[in-house]
């Protein structure tokens, strides 16, 4: 079965960093692109961060500078090391694998930074 599980994600300062976490099973990890979304509360759910096979990232242009991603296919694993973080990037954060317009997601870490 296809599985994505998140983890984490907690309560953090303002200022602070957290290193979120994806491991990845019941698909060929390597081929996907990788991609971590968040949801604010009462938001749409909107990219973070993609990462191909490659290991080429793409960020969401705001983000740029405080967060990276990057992914180990060895242990079919995504990462988002997020620093600096402010309160508005409070939200719950989904890892999303994606092979063409195919997308298999995760159930989401909450993160929460408080001012």
């Known amino acids: 079965q296809v599985q994505l599980v998140e983890s984490g994600g907690g309560l953090v300062q303002a200022g602070g960093s957290l290193r979120l976490s994806c491991a990845a099973s019941g698909l060929d990890f390597s081929v996907y692109i990788m991609e971590w979304y968040r949801q604010a509360p009462g938001g749409q759910r909107e990219l973070v961060a993609s990462i191909a096979k490659d290991g080429s990232a793409y960020y969401t242009g705001s983000l740029k500078g405080r967060f990276t991603i990057s992914r180990d296919n060895a242990k079919n694993t995504v990462y988002l090391q997020m620093n600096n973080l402010k309160p508005e990037d409070t939200a719950v954060y989904y890892c999303?694998?994606?092979?063409?317009?195919?997308?298999?997601w995760g159930k989401g870490t909450l993160v929460t930074v408080a001012s």
């Open positions: 999303d694998a994606r092979l063409g317009i195919r997308d298999l």
